[in-house]
């Protein structure tokens, strides 16, 4: 299923065939760098299951038009009147527009469902804040250790 799409990239449901790329991912250490440790293919596979294969999912599938797989995007519940979106990009898609686009998809996503949108990251994953202020979201504090930023759906 697709969750949201633009002319360059589209969101969609994992399977279980994005285990390989998924583990890719998740293993290398530049891209975990402000995540957790790299995952290991048994963490890999308990990711997808948990987050990727969930009902409904944490997590989706990030592929090009066509068809290559660039990462994942995080969309779900926050708190009751929020969702959290965020992005993991392969290094290769780092730096290309694609992080600011799945932004502007999953934070129309959270409008259209009458919700504020949240992104959340390491106070030293400054790529992060900077797509988050450049996208109108306003700091909002610290919680958990993550900067949290803000933007507020108006009716």
């Known amino acids: 299923m697709i969750l949201t799409e633009n002319a360059r990239l589209r969101l969609r449901t ?6 390989e790329e998924l583990y890719a991912l998740l293993s290398d250490a530049e891209v975990m ?13 308990d990711f997808l299951e948990q987050a ?6 944490l997590v989706y ?5 066509e068809g290559e ?3 994942y995007a995080i969309y779900h519940g926050y708190d009751e009147r929020s969702c959290e979106l ?7 898609f780092w730096h290309k527009g694609y992080a600011d686009e799945m932004t502007d998809l999953l934070a129309a996503l959270a409008r259209l469902e009458g919700k504020d949108a949240v992104i ?16 109108c979201f306003s ?5 958990g250790g993550c900067d949290v930023y803000r933007l507020r759906y108006k009716e």
């Open 14 to 19: 994992m399977c279980r065939d994005d285990l």
């Open 33 to 45: 760098r402000w995540l957790e440790p790299p995952f290991s293919r048994t963490q890999t596979e």
């Open 52 to 57: 990727g294969l969930s009902e409904p999912p």
């Open 61 to 65: 599938a990030a592929e090009s038009s």
């Open 69 to 71: 797989f660039l990462g």
């Open 86 to 92: 965020g992005w993991v990009l392969k290094p290769a």
């Open 120 to 135: 959340e990251c390491a106070p030293e994953q400054t790529a992060s804040a900077q797509i988050a202020r450049r996208h």
């Open 139 to 143: 700091y909002e504090g610290r919680a």
